[in-house]
């Protein structure tokens, strides 16, 4: 499940427009908004922000990151929820707003949430995505796997470093990316056949090499 959707400027990560409606039936917001602020400024790093997709386990969360132009595009979901389908969300939330905004509108943002009108958008998208018996004839699942398994989104971790006076959230990304792994194919027919064609090709050529060693052996010993 999704339970929260925010885009923001990548250049300064001023938010733009996020999910509004995520208040509890006592009124009470059932979003951490200040984690949520957190977590941004300790993973989308001023200085360097993220150029590929990327993830962030924390509690019973997982955050996902999509950079997208001039744009990060970010989902908060239960860790049940299938990673292809909060990619694809975010890919599809990503189209629709550079669709409907373009650069200068984004640059010309002055004030966080500048753009929250965008919500009327977020919300019939994340609720579809929350239904995913809804998306057979939609998304192609395939291809997004695909797309997922030759370019793995990274992890990334936040740990606390303790300190005399304070406690320093940072960012340690892995030395290595994660995401699905690559699943072996049968070979083809073509492939097989080329195979076959190779082995008898080394073959071929190591019993021409013994003929012309043994041809060679013959004539050093009649010259003997």
Same mark, same amino acid.
């Given at each position: 499940m ?66 997208c132009l =001039? ?6 979901? &239960? $860790?049940?929820?299938?990673? /292809?389908?909060a990619?694809?969300? %975010? *890919?599809? @939330?990503?189209?629709?707003f ?9 640059d ?6 500048n ?21 057979t004839?939609?998304i ?23 300190? =005399? ?6 960012? &340690? $990304?892995?030395?290595?990316? /994660?995401?699905?792994l690559?699943? %072996? *194919?049968? @070979? ?7 195979l ?21 052996s013959?004539?050093?010993?009649l010259?003997i």
């Amino acid at each position: 499940m999704i339970l929260y959707a925010l885009i923001l400027r990548s250049r300064d990560l001023l938010p733009l427009t996020s999910t509004t409606n995520y208040q509890c039936s006592n009124g009470e917001s059932a979003i951490d908004l200040k984690l949520i602020n957190k977590i941004v400024k300790n993973v989308l790093k001023k200085t360097d922000p993220p150029k590929n997709k990327c993830f962030l386990r924390l509690n019973d969360r997982i955050y996902y990151f999509l950079p997208c132009l =001039n744009i990060i595009c970010m989902a908060m979901c &239960i $860790p049940s929820y299938p990673q /292809v389908l909060a990619y694809s969300f %975010l *890919e599809e @939330l990503a189209g629709e707003f550079t669709k409907k905004y373009d650069r200068h509108k984004v640059d010309q943002a002055l004030r966080p949430y500048n753009l929250i009108e965008f919500d009327t958008t977020i919300h019939p998208i994340q609720q579809m995505y929350n239904k995913p018996q809804q998306l057979t004839s939609r998304i192609n699942l395939a291809e997004i796997t695909r797309d997922i398994t030759l370019d793995p989104p990274q992890e990334v971790f936040i740990i606390e470093e303790n300190d =005399n006076k304070t406690h320093a959230p940072r960012v &340690i $990304p892995p030395t290595v990316r /994660v995401g699905p792994l690559p699943t %072996l *194919e049968p @070979l083809s027919f073509i492939d097989k056949t080329s195979l076959i064609f190779t082995v008898c090709l080394i073959f071929y050529s190591l019993v021409s090499v013994m003929d012309m060693w043994r041809s060679w052996s013959s004539e050093v010993l009649l010259l003997i």
